[in-house]
C-alpha cells in the first residue's frame, strides 16, 4: 500500500517564524500536493508539484512555498506564519494514471499535521 | 466556474436507518468523481472512483453511483462505525487539480 508521511502531527509556532512541513512518498508518484483543510471550507489546494523541481500554484497559494528536490519527498513552506494560516495541512500524492482511466489518479493522503500559528 | 458541492452538511442516523448523502458538480470535463471517507484527525481515505454516467460502485454498505450531474453515495443499514465525514472530488481532463466539496459529517447512533 501507499504510505504518505508528514513528518509532524502537531506543530505550535509563534507569529513569523518560518516553518516547513515534510510530506514523503513511497510509492514512486510523480504527483503531490499540498492542501489545507478548515472547517466549513473544505480541501483547499495550495500548491501541487507534477514532477521533480516542477511547482504550480494551487487556490491559495499566498504566504507559502514549496520545494521538491526530489520524487518522493514535497516541502511546504510558510515563510513568514500568521494566525490565519493556522489549519490542518494535508499533503497527498497520486500516479499519473495510464490507459486514459481516472482509475489510477486517486489520491492518497497523509494523516495530516495540525498547526496552530499563536 | 467549476464547482463541487455536498448535501447536506450534517447528517444524523439511527442504526440501520438507510440514507444517501448527495454530491453535485458543475465541471467541464468530468475525467472521474471520487469518493473519500475521512476519520476525526486523520487524512481522507479513498472509497470510490467513477468516471460515467449509469456508473455503480459497491463496498460494505456503501453504494456509489454517477448522473451527468451529480452522485449519490446511498449507506445501507448504517453501523456506528461508518461515522465518518465523507468527501467527493472532481477531477478534469487536462488538469491535475482535483476540486473538493465541504464534505457530509454523518453520525450513526447506536
Known amino acids: 500500500d501507499v504510505k504518505v508521511t508528514q513528518s509532524s502531527r502537531y506543530l505550535v509556532k509563534r507569529t513569523g517564524e518560518k516553518v516547513f512541513l515534510e510530506c514523503v512518498q513511497d510509492?514512486?508518484?510523480?504527483?503531490m500536493f499540498w492542501y489545507r483543510q478548515d472547517p466549513g471550507l473544505g480541501l483547499r489546494l495550495i500548491y501541487f508539484s507534477y514532477d521533480v523541481k516542477m511547482k504550480e500554484k494551487g487556490d491559495i497559494p499566498e504566504g507559502y512555498s514549496v520545494s521538491r528536490e526530489k520524487k518522493e519527498r514535497f516541502s511546504l513552506i510558510l515563510e513568514s506564519a500568521s494566525t490565519n494560516q493556522t489549519s490542518m495541512y494535508l499533503c497527498?500524492?497520486?500516479?499519473?494514471?495510464?490507459?486514459?482511466?481516472?482509475?489510477?489518479?486517486?489520491?492518497?493522503f497523509g494523516s495530516g499535521t495540525q498547526l496552530s500559528v499563536l | 466556474e467549476d464547482q463541487v458541492t455536498q448535501s447536506p452538511e450534517a447528517l444524523r442516523l439511527q442504526e440501520g436507518e438507510s440514507s444517501s448523502l448527495n454530491c453535485s458538480y458543475t465541471?467541464?470535463?468530468?475525467?472521474?468523481l471520487f469518493w473519500y471517507r475521512q476519520d476525526p484527525g486523520k487524512g481522507p481515505e479513498f472509497l470510490f472512483t467513477?468516471?460515467?454516467a449509469g456508473e455503480e460502485k459497491e463496498k460494505e454498505r456503501l453504494k456509489a453511483t454517477l448522473t451527468k450531474k451529480e452522485s449519490f453515495l446511498h449507506i445501507t443499514a448504517p453501523k456506528p462505525e461508518d461515522s465518518a465525514t465523507y468527501l467527493c472530488?472532481?477531477?478534469?481532463?487536462?488538469?491535475?487539480?482535483?476540486?473538493f466539496g465541504s464534505g457530509t459529517k454523518l453520525n450513526v447512533k447506536p
Open positions: 467513477l468516471y460515467s
Open positions: 510509492m514512486d508518484h510523480e504527483n
Open positions: 472530488a472532481v477531477l478534469r481532463y487536462n488538469f491535475n487539480k482535483f476540486y
Open positions: 497527498a500524492s497520486s500516479s499519473s494514471g495510464t490507459g486514459g482511466s481516472a482509475t489510477n489518479e486517486k489520491l492518497f
Open positions: 465541471v467541464s470535463g468530468l475525467r472521474g
